[in-house]
């Protein structure tokens, strides 16, 4: 599968995606994206009447959401749930009233934190070689 799939931007410019073609655009298989359905109840595709999974455009922006904040930013899937919670459930206005310091500090904090936990899984790697 290709590296973490395409943005939300380069989505085709239509309403309605079959899993398959959802698969393709985001690189996640089929049954990850039935079973993210299962995890994260803001992830809801419509059924056509004979029960194929039809995703909006805002349901491919959300599984390219839960895909980075699993794959890339190295988040559990209850964190994942509550990230995309918490910072989904705010309106427009607050988000764009967040004071562009407080993100910084947290996209550091979290890079941080990243390394640190690389760090310590080096030193574990070390101690169980001895």
């Known amino acids: 599968m290709p590296g973490s799939g395409q943005h939300a931007s380069e989505i085709p410019d239509k309403d309605l995606f079959r899993i398959g073609e959802v698969s393709r655009l985001t690189g996640t298989k089929a ?7 299962t995890e994260f ?12 999974r039809l995703y909006r455009r805002q349901d491919i922006e959300t599984v390219l959401q839960i895909r980075r904040l699993l794959y890339d930013e190295g988040f559990t899937i209850a964190g994942a749930r509550r990230h995309l919670r918490e910072h989904n459930g705010q309106g427009v206005e607050t988000a764009a009233v967040q004071a562009p310091r407080e993100a910084a500090a947290h996209s550091i ?3 941080v934190l990243l390394d640190l ?3 310590l899984r080096a030193f574990l790697t070390l101690l169980e070689r001895r």
């Not at 049954?31 to 359905?37: G, I, N, S």
């Not at 109840?41 to 194929?52: D, Y």
């Open 109 to 111: 904090n979290r890079k």
């Open 117 to 119: 936990r690389d760090a």
């Open 41 to 52: 109840p803001m992830l809801q595709p419509v059924k056509s009447p004979k029960g194929h």
């Open 31 to 37: 049954f990850v994206l039935r079973f993210w359905e």
